[in-house]
């Protein structure tokens, strides 16, 4: 069997950052209620006439393919992990392969919030183990700015917008690359974590409008709790399932939705700080583009042979944690 490796990786935030300071004036918060319960100092911001998710795509795909040096009608597929597409349909998958001229592919979307990447990754890794495929990308994005509302602090401080994405073809080498994924779900999670209007359940109208229903809602701390729980518990069955050690990893790449769910996880495993890959401050919560955009701003310090776990958890609920052993 293939295993699929990641040969190449992008990354795009937009220039515009909402920082702290920027919120104090936006609603009843401060920096340093923000920096101690969160650990964000800033958020970039998606700014500009028709720029949305797909564009952020489109610059991450370009840095994939040229910094693997392949052209855009090399890509064979291309999931995108988001829960904030261009529009409800189509795909903005498909937006993206258009956008940058990738005629031979297709692809389509992923929604599992902040767990879409993992989800997507795991995804693309069965279609280049199986023979299927040998260029696929994966993406994680999100424009959460477009459905978070600016008046509500107990949302607005956390969410930003950017992503990133990488790309996996096969290796006879059956010692790099994506080795083992464990994914979860559990539906009654919804209750904590949605937007209640703007599907086929509520219809977008001048009422939920008013209501405020097409902004995210969250209750955090049973989010807070389960995420802690949930990302734990995945990566030990991870280790136990690929007879690993803690010790034996060399980097933990968390979701980065609060650096105390971060450190809680760390800690829960016994796991040094230092090895944790963290850029929540810089950030926030990205949502499905926290993972890729940690693998993107982490490349240069990491080595062939590093053993790396992934772990997110998100709405739905949905979580799970991924194992690698990186390949350049
Ligand atoms: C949202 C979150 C940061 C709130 O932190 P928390 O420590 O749970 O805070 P609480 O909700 O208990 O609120 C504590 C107090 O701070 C207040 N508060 C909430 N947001 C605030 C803000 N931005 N600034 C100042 N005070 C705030 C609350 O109103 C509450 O006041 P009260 O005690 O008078 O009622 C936290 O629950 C969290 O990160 N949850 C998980 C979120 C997440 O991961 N989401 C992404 C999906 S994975």
Known sequence: MSRAVITSIGGFVPDDILSNQDLEKMVDTTDEWITSRTGIKERRILKGEGKATSYMGVQIVNEILQKRGITPDQIEMLICATVTGDMIFPDTANTILDKVGAKNAFGYDINAACSGFLFA????????????????????????????????????????????????????DEGYGIIDSILKADGSGRAYLHMKAGGSLKPPSIDSVLANEHYVYQDGKPVFKAAVTGMVSTIKELLERNKLDMEEIDWLVPH????????????MLDFPKDKVMVNIHKFGNTTAGTLPLCLWDYEKRLKKGDKIILSAFGGGFTWGSTYIVWNY
């Open 256 to 267: 980065q939705a609060n650096m105390r769910i971060i450190n809680s996880v760390a800690e």
């Open 121 to 172: 990754l795991t995804t693309a890794t069965k279609f280049i183990e199986s023979g299927t495929f040998k260029k696929v990308i994966v993406l994680g994005i999100d424009m959460m700015s477009s459905i978070i509302d600016y008046k509500d602090r107990t949302t607005c401080i956390i969410f930003g917008d950017g992503g990133g994405g990488v790309l996996l073809e096969p290796s006879e």
